[in-house]
């Protein structure tokens, strides 16, 4: 009976992320990333049914340099840290931004991109920025930063929430709503490179530093991800994924 005991307080602990999660480790044989595998150009997934994009490219670098083989994980954005916590991958790289509330919960990397968020709207919108917006419908993907943005903008009347940005852009595309709050690297892929009928409405609502997110006491992967980091941007390695993506360096050095 005890031994039932102690294998159900086990089992509980490890659902709530306690007491069974190493908080300080080096991965073995293989390094585990989490992403929402919804985030075109930096995580998605291609008509082949592959996991691409920039994020993708980044973490099997890390990997590589770390001599060890890259695990892609996709889950849902808006429960993606308490997986972190719960020890079901190693880190988060999926353009997670730097907060205040996330440092609370987990630990960051040096950045490994600056970018921000841009109100993006149809070509033929009367909107060409945030102040234009009046009794509008935004669409924004639950558990980012965009949400809290989208819902203090004057002139916001519904903010819609989804679970992927390609809903948010599919609802765009459709005029079922009249904007969507994304991050400005995103507006430019889809209006440069993918030719769509979108355009920036404005400049920057805010500055975000995107970087890797791992456990909070995990002190020996950081440092780990940080040396990995630092030399794929000494070396050009970098700039050659980021050239490749965007056409720019996207690191804000």
């Not at 082949?48 to 670098?61: K, P, S, T, W």
């Not at 590589?64 to 695990?71: K, T, Y």
């Amino acid at each position: 009976m005890k031994k039932l005991v102690i294998g159900a307080v086990i089992l509980a602990l490890a659902a709530l992320g306690m007491g069974t999660v190493s908080a300080d480790y080096m991965p073995e044989d293989e390094i585990s990333f989490a992403m929402s595998g919804a985030y075109p150009p930096f995580n998605f997934v291609n008509v082949q049914g592959e996991l691409e994009g920039f994020d993708v490219d980044i973490a099997r670098e890390i990997a590589n340099r770390m001599g060890l083989e890259a695990n892609l994980v996709t889950t849902a954005w808006d429960t993606i840290i308490g997986g972190l916590q719960a020890g079901r991958y190693d880190t988060i790289l999926g353009s997670m931004a730097i907060t205040p509330q996330r440092l609370e919960q987990v630990n960051f990397s040096d950045p490994y991109y600056v970018s921000g968020a841009q109100l993006l709207v149809e070509t033929d919108s009367d909107i060409h920025s945030p102040e234009d917006l009046d009794d509008a419908v935004l669409a924004v993907v639950v558990g980012t930063t965009f949400e809290e943005e989208a819902n203090a903008l004057p002139g916001v009347s519904e903010v819609r929430l989804y679970e992927a940005e390609e809903q948010t852009l599919q609802d765009l595309q459709l005029g079922r709503v009249d904007g969507v709050i994304t991050d400005r690297l995103i507006g430019l892929y889809m209006t440069e490179d993918m030719g769509l009928d979108f355009r920036l409405a404005g400049e920057l609502l805010y500055e975000e530093t995107i970087a890797v997110a791992v456990h909070q006491d995990n002190e020996t992967l950081l440092a780990a991800i940080n040396d990995a980091l630092a030399d794929m941007k000494e070396d050009g390695t970098y700039l050659e994924i980021s050239e490749k993506w965007f056409g720019r360096d996207i690191s804000g050095n």
